[in-house]
Structures are given as structure tokens and as C-alpha cells.
């Protein structure tokens, strides 16, 4: 993975180009998808080969039923390296969820900040501090040269108030947990209003959660 947020790894839909902790559009593809759909093309490869085997067998065992016969033997695994293959004894598993590899994004917000406070020189941050122009269609990290730059502040004027600039987040994740990740964030904030008394009921969000295994969902994160 490159260090700094790069306009080349932007993720192709738009869906995905959002931080799903922080909310900026900071987010790129990591390095490790690649090759990522040849290994993915080999493992349903696999299955199909294995499927093959195990169609013919079950066409012979039904035409074995017909005549009376014994069933036939059991076919081989092809692609058992033993000796002694191995045989196919269920219909093949078809490569499920953790199988298969999912394209994996990272957000590149702790990479970015000024490095010279007020101005734009060695500045490590992909939006350049400047504002997001209301309604503006670009990715932010298409400038836009125009717009205004996010304001210092401090006693001396030595913090930069752009949320890139400050955003701590590095979250990497798997673009197909995104759903998920985000009910998260939902359930984390329900529960930070019920914790400061501003939602009622607790005892029920929390008797839901356990009956719906959700708890685990908010007790690391990850
Ligand atoms: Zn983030
Ligand atoms: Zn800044
Ligand atoms: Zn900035």
C-alpha cells in the first residue's frame, strides 16, 4: 500500500470511495487485490472440476438404482495428490463467503496533514485543506483551486482546522463488510445516546442485541 492517498486508488463505485468510520472521502483500494480475481477464477475452477465428477457419479447411481444394481464406487477427488486418491463423498461445497477474497480498502486519513501550518507547502493533504464547494460533484481529491481553505485557529494560529488534516482514522476493512460495519456504527451510536441517558429503554436494546447476537458487534473495535 502507497503511504499517501493516491487519485489512482480510488475505488471504482462511488459507494465505496466513502470511510465507513469516518465519513471522508478518503478512502483507496490496498495493494494486496491484486491478482486477487485469478486466484478467485482458480478456486471456482476447482469446485467445477469436482462438480463434474460428482454430477457423472450421481447419473451413474441413479441409473444403477434403475437396474438393480450396486451403486458404483465413489468418485475421485481431482484433486487429491495422494496415492491413493481421495474420494468425493458429498456434493462439492461451492467456495463460500470466507473463501472467496473480497477487495480490501483503506482509509488514508492519518497519512494526510499539513506539514506547514497556513500554507500549502510539503502539505501531506490530499484535499489541500481547502473547503468542499456546496453541491460540487468532485472527488475531493480533485481540488478545487477556488474554494476556500479550511481556517486556523489556536493561540497562535498553529492548527489547522481541515477534518482531513485532523481525522486520526486508518481503518482498513473488506469492501463486503461495509453493510455490516455500518450497522455497527448504528447500534455503537444508539447506545452512546442510551448510555448518556438520552434514549430510553435500555434494558431492551440490550436484551435485543443478545437475542440477536448482535453484541459482539459493539464489544471490539476492531
Ligand atoms: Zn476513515
Ligand atoms: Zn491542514
Ligand atoms: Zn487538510
Not at 61 to 90: C, I, Y
Not at 108 to 115: E, G, K, V
Not at 167 to 180: E, G, L, S, V
Not at 182 to 209: C, D, F, H, W
Request: hydrophobic share 25%; charged share 25%.
Amino acid at each position: 500500500m502507497s503511504l499517501l492517498f493516491h487519485a489512482d486508488h480510488i475505488p471504482p463505485n462511488k459507494a465505496h470511495q466513502l470511510c465507513v468510520f469516518c465519513h471522508r472521502y478518503s478512502i483507496n483500494t490496498v495493494r494486496e487485490n491484486e491478482g486477487m480475481g485469478q486466484q478467485n477464477n482458480a478456486k471456482d475452477t476447482r469446485h467445477k472440476e469436482k462438480m463434474e465428477g460428482w454430477t457423472k457419479y450421481q447419473v451413474s447411481v441413479e441409473a444403477s438404482k434403475k437396474r438393480n444394481k450396486d451403486p458404483p464406487p465413489k468418485p475421485d477427488d481431482p484433486h487429491s495428490t495422494s496415492d491413493l486418491p481421495k474420494k468425493l463423498t458429498q456434493n462439492p461445497q461451492k467456495p463460500g463467503r470466507n473463501d472467496i477474497e473480497t477487495p480490501m480498502v483503506q482509509c488514508m486519513c492519518l497519512t494526510a496533514y499539513c506539514l506547514q501550518i497556513g500554507t500549502y507547502v510539503g502539505s501531506l493533504c490530499f484535499a489541500k485543506c481547502r473547503l468542499r464547494t456546496e453541491g460540487s460533484a468532485h472527488h475531493p481529491s480533485v481540488v478545487d483551486e477556488n474554494a476556500a481553505r479550511h481556517p486556523c485557529s489556536g493561540a497562535s494560529w498553529q492548527r489547522c482546522t481541515c477534518p482531513i488534516c485532523r481525522c486520526q482514522c486508518n481503518k482498513r476493512y473488506r469492501i463486503a463488510d461495509i453493510q455490516q460495519i455500518a450497522e455497527r456504527q448504528l447500534v455503537r451510536s444508539r447506545l452512546q445516546l442510551i448510555s448518556k441517558g438520552e434514549g430510553t429503554g435500555e434494558r431492551n436494546t440490550m436484551s435485543y442485541l443478545n437475542r440477536n447476537g448482535g453484541i459482539r458487534f459493539w464489544a471490539g473495535n476492531k
